[in-house]
């Protein structure tokens, strides 16, 4: 009885060994499946070309990473500031305005991280067929230049030439601009500061002085930083090659949009348009009853408007083409009559009363516009050609591809 006992329990931990291997085995392989595996599963296809699951992710886990450090700049610009002075409460609301925005943008991180992929496809085709190239050299210096400007070092600046501006002045009309179309930073642990939008640029008063000339970092120091930017992107669960990726992609982004910033038109359609902004839906209607009685727009412009620069301009905005200002007010500016008094337009900066006082349909662009026109190319060109690739474009997305720090972070 004694050896049939030993053997039945001989046999029953055989059995739950053979058991526990299984189990681990389906551990095992359910893990290959999820976390290995489906790293090459095909997410989308652009003309043919598949764009696998990891490229998704690591495009995804920097998205999300670049829209949360642009929300730590603008905490940071909200403490150098009081928040309570009425003189800061048109800057406060525009940052705020950027803060729900980056917000959104979070929510949206997993989808638009997707659309973003399928855009780097589009560029990286549309570059090789324009023989633009980006060597290791170049991604070598761009990830040099992205350490030292997040130590406060400034990018050096080449000498203009007869092609397009990477960096548009500002316009006539920022309360009506206030969109966000600065490209991502690329290093993950740059924070771009905007202390210099707090600080007006003096018009009067002594030469400003040249900064002094910085230090520059050692090799040493360079490689302690390298080491720093690898270690956060370990954090961040994107590998050196991954990253390497995305500097490379935003290189072919900067030369393909150079290369279509040559062959932008210099003429568009304008329309020379003033306005007068105020906060509430009644208050417009006010307004526009005292214009249609005959009263002076520029008068009441300089009256009424809380558009700061009413008090200098009298709501003139000047000429503007399609897309400069918001979208309901560039829809209804387009749309109006020529020197007709709109009916209340309400956006986010409060409710206009605007009026064309001239329309071209083919006018030159004033050199501000032309720089804007020249850094927006790219952004154009991928609309007229994802619209070209529509049937190209085929997306297989699955909720189980967004990588599970995102879910949590987009679900909070």
Known sequence: MRERDQEQQRVLFIALGIIAALIVIILAVGYWRVVIAVQDETIATVNGVPLKVRDYQARARFDAQTILARMNSIQEAFQQFDANDPAMSSLVQYYQNQLAQDQQALQQAPSKALENLIDDELVRQEAARRNITVTAADIDREIELSVNENLGYERPTTTPTAGPSPTPTNTNTPTLT????????????????????????????????????????????????????????????????????????????????DALGVEVKTTAEQVHVEHILVKTFEEAQAVETRLRAGEDFAALAAELSIDPS?????????????????????????????????????????????????????????????????????????????????????????????????KKLTSS
């Not at 064309?356 to 032309?370: G, K, M, Q």
């Not at 790219?378 to 085929?394: E, G, K, M, P, Y």
């Not at 997305?397 to 599970?404: E, G, H, K, N, T």
């Open 178 to 257: 206030p969109t966000n179309t600065a490209t991502p930073s690329i290093s993950p642990t740059a924070t771009a500061t905007l202390s210099a939008t707090l600080v007006p640029t003096p018009t009067e008063g002594p030469t400003e002085m040249p900064a002094p000339t910085q230090t520059p970092l050692s090799p040493e120091a360079y490689k302690t930083e390298v080491a720093k930017l690898y270690e956060n992107l370990g954090k961040m669960k994107i590998s050196i090659d991954d990253y390497r990726k995305i500097v490379a992609v935003d290189l072919l982004r900067q030369r393909l949009n």
């Open 310 to 406: 009413a008090k200098t301009n009298k709501g003139d905005l000047g000429w503007a083409t399609r897309g400069q200002f918001i979208q309901e007010f560039d829809t209804a500016a387009f749309s109006l009559p020529i020197l007709q008094i709109s009916e209340p337009i309400t956006t986010s900066f409060g409710v206009h009363i605007i009026q064309v006082l001239e329309r071209d349909a083919n006018r030159a662009l004033d050199a501000n516009a032309l720089a804007q026109a020249r850094a927006s190319a790219l952004t154009d060109w991928l609309q007229s050609a994802r619209a070209a690739a529509a049937s190209s474009i085929l997306r297989y997305f699955d909720a189980q591809y967004i990588p599970s720090e995102l």
